[in-house]
């Protein structure tokens, strides 16, 4: 069992994620909330939270043990794809709510919450740390 108080990164490796995941960087004013768990027999989700006053930003992570499919609701606007360390992570927004998604190893990641496209790609460039 996990508190608030536990470093993701180290959350995350406990359960064997050893890729590049988490960012380093994201707007100003966000602090992390927590990581919660769900533990299923096909994956194991990480919802990690950081919040700014009454904005959010959500992180997904799920470990996948066979191949699956994400769907994301989005508006009538193509996703735009920006490539960093190797891995294709698209960005889309969805009304005000900007969507980062990608897979890595069996990972399956997005990122979601109040922030701009450039914001997205700084937020990318920083999981790889630049």
């Not at 768990?37 to 904005?55: K, Q």
């Not at 890595?104 to 701009?116: K, W």
């Amino acid at each position: 069992i996990y508190s608030k108080e536990d470093d993701p990164r180290e959350v995350l490796r406990d359960y064997g994620v050893t890729e590049d995941v988490l960012p380093n960087w994201l707007p100003d004013g966000y602090q992390y909330v927590g990581i919660e768990i769900s533990d299923m027999p096909t994956r194991v989700t990480f919802y990690i939270s950081y919040v700014n006053g009454d904005r959010i930003i959500q992180m997904t992570i799920s470990m996948l043990s066979n191949t699956s499919v994400y769907t994301f609701e989005k508006d009538k606007e193509d996703a735009a794809v920006y490539e960093a360390n190797g891995i294709r992570h698209y960005i889309m927004q969805n009304f005000d709510i900007t969507n980062i998604m990608w897979t890595t190893g069996n990972s399956e990641c997005s990122i979601s919450g109040y922030f701009s496209v450039e914001e997205a790609q700084n937020i990318i460039d920083s999981i790889y740390g630049s």
